[in-house]
């Protein structure tokens, strides 16, 4: 099981506050360190010092870290052009030797996009499966030949189709817990499924309809990678908990029943059991990234138990 630390910059942290965590990621043997892409704070507070671009922030980290993998839970279709886009993510794995790997969904917060300009269609599934395939076009056109698309959403003529990425594929991830278009398309263009903040009871049928997906267009269901992401609180004792709790202000029994959460043995068992359905990755939701300890903690006490 690869354990990946994932972050919410949007509620309020700095480019150093970041670099401080992925560097933590790095230290610590976790696997990766992810961030969400938006672009305003969610509920109450002021979140200073503002937003961070996503793929400014990996840009940057690709340069400040040497090993753990960099990308995005998950960018959205509305923010940027997808010729543009394949440039900036293939610029970020070339930045990093390798590194990045691409979460893009169809977004969802109106109101982050209501606040800084960008258009919000109400109708951007197919616009996820237009940019997914003409990033997939551009990055494997060779070296010296043209690529063109047409669709309803997008027009490239004649693209040189570069740059690059380093990865042959570069790792893509889809995810989310719609029933039927979503596994669609992840069969179609993932290399990685992920269910985010999702039950035990709802993340095993749903990694099941990606499989059945995988399978009606003959793909290997072994072939894409399962994964979750649940936020993470959790604590030496019970009363380290509950002060890790009180600090992002989340209630701890409602904790307990949606996340990671309680005494390491409480997360080993949650972890596992997510690997019984079969998720290889679990991305850790951080809330508090000024609390390094409970990252060191999680390494030394949750993730060498984990199966």
Same mark, same amino acid.
């Given at each position: 099981?690869?354990?990946?630390?994932?972050?919410?910059?949007?509620?309020?942290?700095?480019?150093?506050?970041?670099?401080?965590?992925?560097?933590?990621?790095?230290?610590?043997?976790?696997?990766?360190?992810?961030?969400?892409?938006?672009?305003?704070?969610?509920? @109450?507070?002021?979140? *200073? /010092?503002? +937003?961070?671009?996503?793929?400014?922030?990996?840009?940057?980290?690709?340069?400040? !870290?040497? #090993?753990?993998?960099?990308?995005?839970?998950?960018?959205?279709?509305?923010?940027?052009?997808?010729?543009?886009?394949?440039?900036?993510?293939?610029?970020?794995?070339?930045?990093?030797?390798?590194?990045?790997?691409?979460?893009?969904?169809?977004?969802?917060?109106?109101?982050?996009?209501?606040?800084?300009?960008?258009?919000?269609?109400?109708?951007?599934?197919?616009?996820?499966?237009?940019?997914?395939?003409?990033?997939?076009?551009?990055?494997?056109?060779?070296?010296?030949?043209?690529?063109?698309?047409?669709?309803?959403?997008?027009?490239?003529? @004649?693209?040189?189709? *570069? /740059?690059? +990425?380093?990865?042959?594929?570069?790792?893509?991830?889809?995810?989310?817990?719609? !029933?039927? #278009?979503?596994?669609?398309?992840?069969?179609?263009?993932?290399?990685?499924?992920?269910?985010?903040?999702?039950?035990?009871?709802?993340?095993?049928?749903?990694?099941?309809?990606?499989?059945?997906?995988?399978?009606?267009?003959?793909?290997?269901?072994?072939?894409?990678?399962?994964?979750?992401?649940?936020?993470?609180?959790?604590?030496?004792?019970?009363?380290?908990?509950?002060?890790?709790?009180?600090?992002?202000?989340?209630?701890?029994?409602?904790?307990?029943?949606?996340?990671?959460?309680?005494?390491?043995?409480?997360?080993?068992?949650?972890?596992?059991?997510?690997?019984?359905?079969?998720?290889?990755?679990?991305?850790?939701?951080?809330?508090?990234?000024?609390?390094?300890?409970?990252?060191?903690?999680?390494?030394?006490?949750?993730?060498?138990?984990?199966?």
């Amino acid at each position: 099981m690869q354990l990946r630390i994932f972050t919410e910059p949007q509620q309020g942290a700095s480019y150093d506050d970041l670099l401080a965590v992925a560097q933590a990621t790095e230290r610590l043997g976790f696997d990766a360190f992810f961030r969400s892409d938006h672009y305003l704070r969610m509920g @109450d507070g002021d979140g *200073l /010092p503002g +937003p961070t671009d996503a793929w400014t922030t990996l840009a940057g980290l690709a340069r400040e !870290t040497s #090993r753990i993998k960099l990308g995005t839970l998950v960018s959205s279709v509305t923010y940027r052009h997808p010729g543009i886009f394949a440039i900036q993510v293939a610029q970020v794995d070339q930045m990093s030797g390798g590194r990045a790997e691409l979460g893009l969904g169809t977004g969802w917060f109106e109101a982050e996009h209501l606040a800084y300009g960008i258009p919000f269609p109400q109708k951007r599934f197919g616009m996820l499966e237009e940019q997914l395939e003409i990033i997939e076009g551009l990055y494997g056109t060779p070296a010296g030949e043209k690529y063109s698309f047409e669709g309803e959403h997008y027009r490239l003529v @004649d693209s040189p189709a *570069l /740059p690059k +990425p380093v990865q042959t594929p570069l790792p893509v991830i889809v995810g989310g817990n719609g !029933t039927n #278009r979503t596994p669609a398309i992840a069969a179609r263009f993932a290399t990685e499924f992920n269910t985010p903040f999702a039950s035990i009871e709802a993340t095993g049928p749903q990694f099941d309809r990606v499989r059945s997906a995988c399978e009606a267009i003959d793909r290997d269901p072994s072939s894409m990678t399962y994964s979750s992401a649940l936020a993470v609180v959790v604590g030496a004792d019970e009363a380290e908990f509950l002060r890790r709790a009180e600090a992002i202000g989340r209630d701890p029994e409602e904790l307990r029943a949606s996340s990671i959460a309680g005494t390491a043995s409480e997360a080993i068992d949650r972890i596992n059991a997510l690997g019984q359905l079969g998720a290889e990755r679990v991305y850790l939701q951080v809330n508090d990234l000024h609390d390094l300890e409970q990252l060191e903690f999680i390494a030394a006490e949750i993730a060498p138990h984990v199966q």
